[in-house]
Every structure is written in structure tokens, then in C-alpha cells.
């Protein structure tokens, strides 16, 4: 899923895949490479010297788009977002019985996202009428 200046409205599915991701280079390419393993078993051939990153992968369906796709967030600020209403267990809780909103604003450096929750509700999609 590209997280757009649009909002997009989508269900997390199951539950996330956690490890790392950087960038080894591969000839003129720089590929990214993502594992499950330990933080300590990753080399440190990065490309552009920067530190391996924490990602989560999930399933979620995109109400937006109307398909299944897979979210990838590496970004700090939403995985905090996300984490603080999976905690808030009396009002929100296990991700997946309600729908996120999520809207991205500036570029570069200055880019910022917002991620709300909406109220929760049975997950209905497209997918289950066909």
C-alpha cells in the first residue's frame, strides 16, 4: 500500500510480520532486503550507510482501492499510532475489528502522517460478495 495525500480507509487483516529492512548493493543496484532474523544478525553493508530499519508487514484490505494488499510501515509515528489504540484495549484493541484512516502531508524530511481509527464495525469487503 503508498500511503497518499489522499486518505485511505483500510482493515488490518492479521497480524504483522516484524524484522528489518536495509540496502546492499548489487552491482549498480541498490536492493532492499528485509528478514525476520535478529537485529544482530544483520550485516552492515548498507549501501548508503544507514541503520537497518524495523519494519511490520501485514495483509490489509484496502476499502480505498477495494483489494487486498500488503502494508509495510517503517515509519516510527505510525507504529506508535497504531500500537497506542491496540493497547487501549477498552475503547479500540485488536486491530483488526475496526478500519484505520491514513493521509500523508509534506515531502522529504517534512513529511507527516495521520492515522485515526474509525468506530468499530464487522468487516465486510468486496472480496466476501464475490
Not at 528485509?34 to 524495523?54: A, L, M, V, Y
Not at 491496540?86 to 517534512?110: H, L
Request: charged share 35%.
Amino acid at each position: 500500500m503508498k500511503i497518499t495525500e489522499d486518505a485511505q480507509e483500510f482493515r488490518i487483516l492479521a497480524s504483522p510480520v516484524i524484522g528489518w529492512e536495509y540496502f546492499r548493493a548489487d552491482g549498480d543496484k541498490v536492493t532492499p532486503v528485509r528478514q525476520k532474523e535478529e537485529f544482530d544478525s544483520i550485516p552492515s553493508d548498507s549501501k548508503d550507510g544507514s541503520k537497518p530499519k524495523e519494519f511490520w508487514a501485514f495483509p490489509i484490505w484496502n476499502h480505498t482501492l477495494g483489494k487486498v494488499q500488503i502494508c509495510e510501515i517503517t515509519q516510527q509515528s505510525i507504529k506508535k499510532e497504531i500500537l497506542k489504540y491496540v493497547q487501549d484495549e477498552e475503547n479500540w484493541g485488536d486491530p483488526k475489528k475496526y478500519d484505520f484512516r491514513i493521509f500523508r502531508t509534506g515531502k522529504g524530511k517534512e513529511t507527516r502522517y495521520t492515522l485515526a481509527p474509525l468506530p468499530k464495525s464487522k468487516f465486510e469487503s468486496e472480496a466476501d460478495e464475490k
